[in-house]
């Protein structure tokens, strides 16, 4: 977290120190909570009765121990990366979308009808269409809470979460046997394959990574710019942290509000395009990601600061991909995996815990972003 | 005399500022002793100490000659400390005796025993002389006599040391007239009061003894046959204060807003603005003046864009503005310099610089379509902060990092950074100091002699008086008069404020009662 984050600003270098200093207690909070969750899952695989130098050993190997490894945890860190950035995005405009995974879903239903029905398309043509489409649907996806939010006022969690049944439950639907989707020569529940033409070339053969992960580091890069460099990030930050006072600057808060929904779904549908277009080629029933949640977690590790979403990213996915091997070499659960992620997510949350643990003093009570802003409006 | 309470050496510090450094504050048996000081002199964080809300790094607390300990505002309670503070802890759907009783209700027999604490109640009221009936609602009483219910509670309590927290600032003159008489009643009567106010004149009108705090050290102590108006604001500052805003005459230019039988609706769908009209030239100032929450607010929003209006019209420079947005209102040419620098004001997680394109970053120089140029922004904020000394690190610094002067100072600078027309100022100068509000007073004054239209909307009497051309009282959502600013003496105003015409004299006056 070195060269890119010292980039955050972008900015003579005064600027910089001048932010540095008053944050960097901040920075090293989910440093200490990602280390505290990790001292807690030590005493648990410890009480449990297993090893916990194995456990661990195998959690890193797991993730990082070979090419393989690697390869694999930058394959789970491409999706998480995309989604997290969406949520973040949203935190930025004081909005809270749940929706990521509904998002995600739309995005790869889009990219993948695309990506087999389109015929006759040169790759340069075929490939850019069906990522492109596959955002859309996610935009699409976010942009319908955002529109309610703005013209009746209903809250976007509420209507993130119902969007997430509609997606979900849509996908079924299209993709199940004698479902409009369904590809009616194979066995199980799935669309048909994608074109050659529509599919994300692998980085590395033989390893699965994809070229989405490309798209992912340059989304890095875009939100930030978006949120620092232009007038509509100017926008969407200054109706995250005050929308009062937005309003009173001649803003409309609301057009805002969804423009960064649009935007938000835009990313989750990225993340969702690039999984089938990179690793799955079709769509099948029952695909349960679990990214659209997790990037909430990621989110808010990252502090919604879009330089820091790809570190917290790899680090969940090095949780994810090393548990399995952990599981082998220690004879502990996958779950205990998540018992960590959970305590990383509460010590970030409750940074007073932190704050207490390791004795920071409290920062200055300005807080940079508004998660979230109650139920009313 | 004896003491009622003393603290000795008090020091508090909070992260990098020194809240209060070696204070010491005597108190005397029956005294009204003033503790005066500009915002972030230490004046609320040493009350806080007192009433157990902080607990002070060095020191210690005498009450009557004994050492007391006070950890929480329930013990200081216990040992006869009551505060009343500036925003009022009542429940208005409750009555008086029921307010005043709350947390330590009197039982018989498991139940509630009113009227037991309505004669308590009344009690209080023959012997200190604070009318007020036990069975009436809080949410129909006027502002003054919900604070005598403050009063009553802490007495209620056996406050023996009465702390009142800027007690006029939501209270009409007459209304102040009455508290002060209040104050004198219960110091007759061995009550010892510390009055908390930055307001020069109040502290002659009823201190004993004046304590003045600067920095969070106590920088004299005097009487008002002592001190002088100027000497004390000195004091205060820290240097000579010019009391008294100059200016020359006004020049009146053409009409720039006018105001058409406007009716404006609050949050709660009441009609809070209920007919008003008037008109602003170029180049005068015209001062709003009225009691808090009678309109000014919801006034300013309409004006302003804020708040959809329900009736009437506004024009600005000729144009119907009545429906616009406020981007549009600013554009053409209208400053607003906002009652609340919080909530409107500021983006306080954003830096100076970024707060002081508030409303002008997407127009070059700092914005070439949507592309932002951080450069023009920082520049430019480097120049206003030079201009309008605002006291900072560095124009990267949060802008919720700074003082609340140099906050209002931040606004100022955004404001007139623009060509404007007209400037809509409510409550300038709220919660600022002396220094800070010399400052402001001289920029309005400036921009009306460089043939701005003024309109100026304050609770502060002196405010109004010095700084307008004309002045219009504003009671109840309606003009209810109006006067060139030389016929306007504090009596005409109070009355007015009061909702009393002119024409029907003092009778019904409810500070009558």
């Given at each position: 977290m070195t060269a890119e984050a010292k980039k955050r600003g972008g900015i003579p270098w005064r600027k910089w120190v001048a932010a540095w200093s008053q944050r960097v207690s901040d920075l090293a909070i989910p440093f200490l909570a990602v280390f505290t969750a990790l001292a807690i899952g030590a005493v648990v695989i410890w009480a449990s009765g297993a090893s916990v130098p194995k456990a661990y050993q195998g959690l890193f190997e797991g993730a990082l121990g070979s090419p393989r490894g690697i390869a694999e945890t930058l394959v789970i860190a491409t999706p998480y990366t995309l989604a997290g950035l969406a949520v973040a995005l949203g935190f930025r405009c004081g909005l809270f979308n749940i929706g990521a995974e509904g998002q995600f879903y739309l995005g790869a239903l889009f990219a993948v009808w695309v990506g087999y029905s389109v015929k006759g398309l040169p790759i340069f043509v075929h490939l850019p269409l069906a990522i492109l489409v596959g955002a859309l649907g996610g935009a699409l996806w976010g942009a319908i809470p955002g529109f309610l939010k703005a013209r009746l006022g209903t809250h976007e969690v509420i209507n993130t979460i119902m969007m997430n049944y509609i997606a979900v439950l849509m996908v079924d639907w299209l993709v199940n046997r004698k479902g409009p989707m369904w590809d009616a020569t194979s066995t199980v529940p799935r669309t048909p394959y994608i074109l050659p033409t529509a599919t994300l070339p692998q980085l590395v053969p033989p390893y699965r990574l994809h070229a989405g992960l490309l798209i992912a580091i340059a989304a890095v890069f875009v939100v930030y710019w978006l949120l620092w460099k232009t007038t509509l990030g100017f926008e969407i930050r200054a109706v995250g942290a005050n929308p009062s006072a937005a309003k009173y600057a001649g803003m409309s808060v609301t057009r805002n509000f969804v423009l960064a929904m649009t935007f938000s779904g835009t990313l989750a549908g990225l993340a969702g395009a690039g999984e089938v277009l990179g690793l799955n080629r079709t769509l099948p029933a029952a695909f349960v990601s679990g990214y659209g949640f997790d990037s909430i977690a990621i989110a808010l590790l990252a502090k919604s600061h879009p330089l820091f979403v790809p570190f917290a990213a790899i680090l969940w996915a090095i949780l994810r991909n090393g548990a399995g091997l952990m599981q082998v070499r220690a004879g502990i659960s996958v779950d205990l995996i998540n018992i960590v992620q959970a305590l990383v997510i509460a010590f970030v949350a409750a940074d007073e815990i932190i704050r207490w643990l390791y004795r920071i003093g409290k920062k200055e009570e300005i807080k940079e972003v508004v998660f979230t802003r109650g139920w009313g409006r | 005399m004896a003491l009622a309470l003393e603290m000795r050496g008090i020091t508090k510090r909070f992260p990098g500022v020194l809240a209060n450094d070696h204070i010491s504050f005597q108190l005397e048996k029956g005294e009204i002793h003033c503790l005066l000081g500009e915002n972030g002199a230490g004046k609320t964080t040493l009350m806080n100490i007192l009433y157990g809300l902080y607990r002070p790094d060095e020191g210690r607390i005498f009450l009557d000659s004994r050492e007391a300990h006070i950890r929480s505002p329930h013990d200081a309670i216990a040992q006869g400390i009551g505060m009343v503070h500036q925003h009022f802890m009542l429940i208005p759907v409750m009555t008086v005796a029921e307010n005043v009783i709350l947390g330590m209700e009197i039982t018989r027999r498991g139940v509630l025993d009113r009227s037991q604490a309505a004669r308590r109640i009344r009690e209080f009221s023959h012997q200190y002389g604070l009318d007020v009936d036990p069975t009436a609602y809080v949410k129909d009483l006027p502002v003054g006599l919900q604070q005598r219910v403050e009063i009553v509670k802490a007495l209620y309590r056996g406050a023996d040391v009465l702390i009142l927290d800027e007690p006029t600032a939501v209270l009409t003159p007459q209304e102040s007239e009455e508290l002060f008489r209040i104050m004198r009643s219960l110091a007759g009567q061995g009550k010892s009061i510390i009055f908390i106010t930055h307001k020069l004149k109040e502290v002659f009108a009823v201190a004993d003894r004046i304590t003045v705090l600067r920095d969070g050290r106590v920088v004299g102590m005097t009487t008002p046959k002592e001190a002088t108006e100027s000497r004390l604001a000195a004091m205060m500052v820290g240097r000579e204060v010019i009391l008294s805003v100059e200016k020359k005459p006004a020049q009146m230019g053409d009409v720039v807003l006018k105001v058409e039988d406007l009716q404006v609706k609050d949050d709660r769908g009441y009609m809070a603005v209920d007919g008003i009209s008037l008109e602003v030239h170029a180049g005068e100032i015209l001062g709003i003046a009225g009691v808090?929450?009678?309109g000014q607010t919801e006034l300013v929003e309409a004006l302003t864009g804020l708040r959809p209006v329900a009736g009437g019209k506004v024009v600005i420079l000729g144009d119907d503005a009545t429906a616009d947005r406020p981007r549009e209102i600013i554009e053409q040419g209208v400053a607003h310099i906002p009652e609340d620098r919080h909530k409107h004001g500021l983006?306080?997680?954003?830096?100076l610089a970024d707060n002081l394109v508030?409303?002008?970053?997407?127009?070059?120089p700092f914005a070439y379509g949507i592309a932002i140029n951080n450069d023009a922004i920082d520049e430019n904020g480097h120049r206003l902060i030079a201009e309008f000394d605002v006291r900072t690190p560095s124009v990267y610094s949060l802008a919720g990092t700074l003082s609340g002067g140099n906050q209002q100072k931040l606004i100022v600078a955004r404001e007139f950074s623009r060509p404007i027309k007209l400037l809509i100022a409510a409550q300038p100068t709220r919660g600022l100091d002396v220094g800070s509000t010399e400052f402001i007073h001289q920029r309005l004054v400036q921009r009306r002699d460089a043939g701005c239209a003024v309109l100026l909307v304050s609770v502060e009497l002196d405010e109004i008086m010095s700084l307008s051309d004309r002045v219009a009282v504003i009671y109840r959502g309606k003009i209810i008069g109006s006067m060139p600013a030389d016929r306007a003496t504090p009596e005409v105003l109070g009355l007015l404020m009061a909702g009393v015409k002119e024409t029907e004299g003092p009778t019904g006056d409810r500070s009558d009662r």
């Open positions: - | 808090q929450g009678n983006v306080l997680s954003f830096p508030l409303s002008t970053y997407y127009r070059p």
